[in-house]
Each structure stands twice: as structure tokens, then as C-alpha cells.
């Protein structure tokens, strides 16, 4: 079984090369990979000094270093880890053998922290709201849809269609997975304190906010039906309750007094109704785009 490690970093000097060691102890077979996000610290030499294969990515971001990873690199199975030193290299070994049995296309490292200061301050909190959320708006979810310990299959990197370009990969990568529902599992993984000298490059506001947004388009993308039908409902009833007085009043008097309210009602009520095709044609589009996404993934596994 060809094995490739895969590692984004950016400024990982005090924990890339116990992290690089951890993975050829635990995987001797297995080829470790550094791609270097324009560190400024001396991460890739001391990489490279570890034993792994190490290259570049300029474009800045944890998506961009995925994508080109996923891009470059050919192997039956792939472990992609983060390189801080938080996760536990001894147990991708049962990962690995758990992945190849059950033939998934993807599993989960959810983490176990061994001590409070394993999770920033509202981290933890974050990620149980962003979980629960993509619970309500996709289906079934994981316990931990941003753990940055996962092993794939050849078939799911190579019908991976990534698009995020920083911390809302982890995203991607779940919501990809519910939206086909392609074979995945999650298993517990210790998760230690970083090392002294590390420091996490996770914006809690700003990456929160990207977060976020990318659920929401994933949710207008993945399940446009649901999403612009809401929407028309919301128009609609607007409509509705604004429409009533001027209903009322032309009832009782024959007159249209509130001629401007009139107008918006009757222009919210269209725009409810074209909403409403949206929806319809839109769902057509994505079952089309799921089912060939399905294939790409169907005709990667066979070869």
C-alpha cells in the first residue's frame, strides 16, 4: 500500500522535525511530504534535515497548500496532518488499516484533548456550533468537522473539486463527503498542547467569519432547493402581511390608499414566485453536477 504524509506548514519551525520523525517511526513505509507555505522561520530546511520530501506552495492559505497537494502527489491512501505537533503520529497506523478495510473514502481524527490548554479560548465552543450547523443544514455530520487529522482515499483526492483557499477546507472536505455520501468514519485521536514556541495561525473573527460563509455557499450550492425556497417563503409572507391593510381598505372602501405599500407587496410576491422557479431549476442543475462529481469519484476508485 503506496502511503503519502501530507503536511501544510507555515512557520513550523519548533515542531516540524519531531513532527516529521513522529510519522517515520509510525509509518516507515510511508513518504512524508512538507509542503512550505512561505515560511519565514527556516521550516523547510529543518524539514528537509528530518528526512522529508519537502516543497513549495506560494500561494498563500491552507486550501491552496491542499489543492496543490492533492494535485502533485499519486498514492493509494493519504494522511494529511497538520505540522504543530498537537496530533498523535502512533495511532495513523489503525487509521490507515481501518480506512483500507471499510474502504472509506474518507476518516476523521476527532480530537481528544489530553489537557484544557489543547483548545484556544472559544475554540471548542466554535466548533461545536460550526459542527451542529452543518449537522442542520447537510445531514448526519462528524463530531469534528475541523480536525486537522484525516487520511483519504486515492478516489476522494482525485475527485476533490477544493475551491477554499485558508482554514474552511476542513469544511469543504465534510460537506463534499454528506453531499455524496461517500463512505466515512471518524475515530478518537489525543490531541496535545502545542509545543512551546508554536503558535496557532487560526484567526478566531476572521477565519470564523470565512467559516461561516463558506457554509452558507456550500448550502446555496450543494442544496439550492431548500435554500432559495426559504427565501421565497420569506418574500412571500412579507408580502403577505403587508398586503393585508390594503386589502382590507380596498375591500371596505374600494380604495387603494396606501398605493407605494401596494406596489412593494405586489413586487415581493413576484419575486417570491421567480425565487421559487430558482429553486426548482437550480436543483435540477446540482443533482446533474452531484451525479457527475459521483462518477468522477466512481471512475478514480477503479483505477
Do not use: W
Not at 502511503?3 to 516540524?16: F, G, K, R, S, W
Not at 513505509?29 to 523547510?44: F, L, Q, R
Not at 522529508?52 to 499519486?74: C, L, N, Y
Amino acid at each position: 500500500m503506496n502511503v503519502a504524509v501530507l503536511i501544510p506548514c507555515h512557520d513550523e519551525a519548533p515542531t516540524i522535525a519531531g513532527v516529521v520523525e513522529a510519522f517515520q517511526t509510525a509509518l516507515p513505509s510511508a513518504t512524508i511530504y512538507v509542503y512550505d507555505n512561505n515560511s519565514k522561520d527556516g521550516t523547510p530546511e529543518i524539514a528537509k534535515l528530518a528526512g522529508a520530501t519537502v516543497r513549495h506552495e506560494p500561494m498563500q492559505g491552507k486550501g491552496s497548500v491542499v489543492r496543490r497537494m492533492f494535485a502533485d502527489i499519486e498514492a493509494d491512501f493519504y494522511v494529511l496532518v497538520d505540522g504543530d505537533g498537537t496530533y498523535d503520529a502512533f495511532i495513523a497506523p489503525q487509521m490507515l488499516a481501518m480506512a483500507s478495510e471499510q474502504r472509506l473514502a474518507m476518516l476523521v481524527g476527532r480530537r481528544v484533548p489530553t489537557s484544557s490548554g489543547a483548545y484556544r479560548p472559544g475554540h471548542e465552543m466554535g466548533n461545536r456550533i460550526f459542527t451542529e450547523s452543518v449537522a442542520i443544514l447537510f445531514g448526519a455530520s462528524f463530531h469534528d468537522i475541523f480536525s486537522g487529522y484525516r487520511v483519504f482515499s486515492r478516489a476522494f483526492v482525485k475527485s476533490f473539486p477544493a475551491f477554499s483557499r485558508a482554514f474552511e477546507i476542513e469544511t469543504e472536505f465534510t460537506v463534499h463527503a454528506l453531499t455524496l455520501r461517500l463512505p466515512v468514519a471518524e475515530v478518537e485521536t489525543i490531541y496535545k498542547e502545542r509545543p512551546e514556541g508554536s503558535s496557532s495561525k487560526l484567526n478566531k473573527y476572521k477565519d470564523g467569519i470565512r467559516i461561516l460563509s463558506t457554509i452558507m455557499m456550500l448550502f446555496k450550492n450543494e442544496r439550492p432547493f431548500v435554500f432559495f425556497s426559504l427565501l421565497s417563503i420569506l418574500f412571500f409572507a412579507t408580502a403577505l402581511v403587508l398586503a393585508y391593510p390594503v386589502v382590507v381598505t380596498f375591500l371596505e372602501t374600494g380604495l387603494v390608499p396606501r398605493f407605494p405599500t401596494a406596489i412593494l407587496a405586489t413586487g415581493l410576491a413576484i419575486s417570491a414566485l421567480i425565487l421559487f422557479a430558482c429553486a426548482l431549476i437550480l436543483d435540477t442543475v446540482t443533482k446533474g453536477r452531484r451525479e457527475l462529481k459521483l462518477l468522477h469519484y466512481l471512475n478514480a476508485q477503479n483505477r
